[in-house]
DNA sequence: TGAATGATGCGCT
DNA sequence: GCGCATCATTCAT
């Protein structure tokens, strides 16, 4: 079957509804080093203003402004001082959520990401949501990029997933209670929990 | 194989 | 200044 781009309807639905649909599709970046792919297999729901590890949290400011404007949007920020985080938006404008890519497998592109990441091997390569945007190259030049008009999007090439699971959210203080982090148990790229 | 730690820049108080 | 939706490295077991 021939891939189908995801529309903004796909992600103008409730996050915790949005997260788990996201695992076996398809982020695609056309990138000017050539065109890279990989199957998502861990995502993070961060919603609204209740939400205490949301950065909407506090209200709207600069960095997070994209997850306050209409879904299908990228939302891209730096952390650690050197390492960028994926996440795409969800829910209506005015409406702060997003969904955090955390890990997936390649698929197209694969010399391109290990030349990204200045590696050699494909270990962990895709494995947590740093290195994720190192190995596709993405920083903030790519945040509150439209996923159904620009470079980048996501794709369902109709693959499956047997193996849902869900747990507590990855390197937050605060809502640790809520399980909202998604993950395909059958996939060996998911990063390391806890 | 797991715990501790340093790297590093910026948004926000 | 502080803390961060991280990761690679180091050191201990």
């Not at 950065?55 to 949007?73: D, S």
């Amino acid at each position: 079957m021939k891939p189908v781009k995801l529309r903004r309807s796909f992600y103008n639905r409730p996050t915790l509804e949005v997260a788990p649909d996201l695992l076996g599709k398809v982020l695609v970046y056309h990138s000017d080093k050539g065109m890279l792919s990989a199957r998502i297999v861990e995502v993070e729901a961060y919603i609204g203003q209740d939400d205490p590890a949301c950065h909407a949290a506090r209200g709207l400011t600069n960095r997070n402004k994209p997850m306050f404007g209409p879904p299908g949007f990228t939302y891209i920020y730096f952390v650690y001082g050197m390492y960028h985080c994926l996440n795409v938006v969800t829910e209506s404008e005015g409406s702060p959520a997003a969904v955090l890519i955390r890990a997936a497998e390649p698929v197209d592109g694969l010399d391109v990401m290990l030349s990204n990441s200045f590696k050699k091997s494909n270990k962990n390569l895709l494995s947590g949501p740093g290195r994720l945007c190192r190995a596709f190259g993405l920083s903030r030049e790519q945040n509150d990029l439209d996923l159904t008009r620009d470079a980048i999007y996501i794709e369902n090439r109709n693959m499956k997933v047997t193996n849902i699971q869900r747990s507590a959210r990855i390197g937050i203080k605060v809502g640790c209670e809520l399980l909202w982090r998604f993950y395909d148990a059958d996939s060996t790229e998911v990063s390391n929990s806890r």
